[in-house]
């Protein structure tokens, strides 16, 4: 398996209408990627990579609002058009690829209890 097959089920909702973009992006960038040994190491593959797409971190507390506009992101399709929610990605869209990451782990990538 690569890292891009956790990408083939995009998430049901988004944040923000530059979400789905950024989603694709980061599966373009992780195509053909084996994925991480442990769960560390794919929580900052994900991190890192969604920086690299966005030039915006995750790191620290995200108000609801946070948005970054990516102009490369834009289609012209309605007010948000553009705009990327960090909310969405730290608690909802990066949750769902170590969701789908764990699933598809070998038990000897978690850490022991």
Known sequence: MSLDE???RPPLRW???GDPHV???MRDRLRG???PGNQFAARTLFERTFTEVTGASLDGPVAESASVYLPQFRVGSGMSDGHVSLHFWKFTG???LLDRWA???APSAWPEP
């Open 33 to 35: 990627q084996e994925p």
């Open 23 to 25: 989603w694709e992006a």
């Open 6 to 8: 956790l990408f083939a």
């Open 94 to 96: 990066l949750p769902i």
């Open 15 to 17: 944040g923000l209408r």
């Open 103 to 105: 699933a598809s782990a």
